[in-house]
T-cell receptor, first 112, second 120 residues
Framework: IAGITQAPTSQILAAGRRMTLRCTQDMRHNAMYWYRQDLGLGLRLIHYSNTAGTTGKGEVPDGYSVSRANTDDFPLTLASAVPSQTSVYFC???????????FGQGTRLTVV | GESVGLHLPTLSVQEGDNSIINCAYSNSASDYFIWYKQESGKGPQFIIDIRSNMDKRQGQRVTVLLNKTVKHLSLQIAATQPGDSAVYFCAENAGNLANAGGTSYGKLTFGQGTILTVHP
């Protein structure tokens, strides 16, 4: 049982470059989320998707975009990376209102 | 308890002792709370949850207590083991994410985390 798979596991990226973080889930969950985790700031929601074809902004959406073409995939794109986007990124999903979110293993991104 | 800042709260216990991790939440309208465990290099893992119509819920070796009057949540771990060493996060369902034409889902807001270290 895979659950949620994120790729890549880690990446070093030059500032100004474009990067897409991939997230795939096999649980048929309707809702998916992208969080970033920074020491002392906990997990902060970047973007979310309630269901395929819809997306919304979270707490820290600037500099990021998402798409939800189907139920399983929820890629996160950094159009032009900046050093402040250095973080660990977690994708998560949940199947219904008020349910717990299941997390992937994370992508460690360093922007230099 | 959890707090904002660069230094996470820490709790050190001896193996076999009971651990209590505290969390103060901010939104009085929150109706669902979750505790997550995060080991180094891994994603958060669900431990236990509780809804606002309850004040206590027990799992295997873990108990969550909810005090809505003072907006406080705690996680009790019985007979703490070295494998329990991790960062523990509380999360609250702080309201619905409105989406035009779609179904609203609860948004989880996370606390800063508490580092639990269990010494053999």
């Amino acid at each position: 049982i895979a659950g949620i798979t994120q790729a890549p596991t880690s990446q070093i990226l030059a500032a100004g470059r474009r990067m897409t973080l991939r997230c795939t889930q096999d649980m048929r969950h309707n809702a998916m989320y992208w969080y970033r985790q920074d020491l002392g700031l906990g997990l902060r929601l970047i973007h979310y998707s309630n269901t395929a074809g819809t997306t919304g902004k979270g707490e820290v959406p600037d500099g990021y975009s998402v798409s939800r073409a189907n139920t399983d995939d929820f890629p996160l794109t950094l159009a032009s990376a900046v050093p402040s986007q250095t973080s660990v990124y977690f994708c998560a999903s949940s199947d219904r209102v008020g349910a717990e979110a299941f997390f992937g293993q994370g992508t460690r991104l360093t922007v230099v | 308890g959890e707090s904002v800042g660069l230094h996470l709260p820490t709790l050190s216990v001896q193996e076999g002792d009971n651990s209590i991790i505290n969390c103060a939440y901010s939104n009085s309208a929150s109706d669902y709370f979750i505790w997550y465990k995060q080991e180094s290099g891994k994603g958060p893992q669900f431990i236990i949850d509780i809804r606002s119509n309850m004040d206590k819920r027990q799992g295997q070796r873990v108990t969550v207590l909810l005090n809505k009057t003072v907006k406080h949540l705690s996680l009790q771990i019985a007979a703490t083991q070295p494998g329990d060493s991790a960062v523990y996060f509380c999360a609250e369902n702080a309201g619905n994410l409105a989406n035009a034409g779609g179904t609203s889902y609860g948004k989880l807001t996370f606390g800063q985390g508490t580092i639990l270290t269990v010494h053999p």
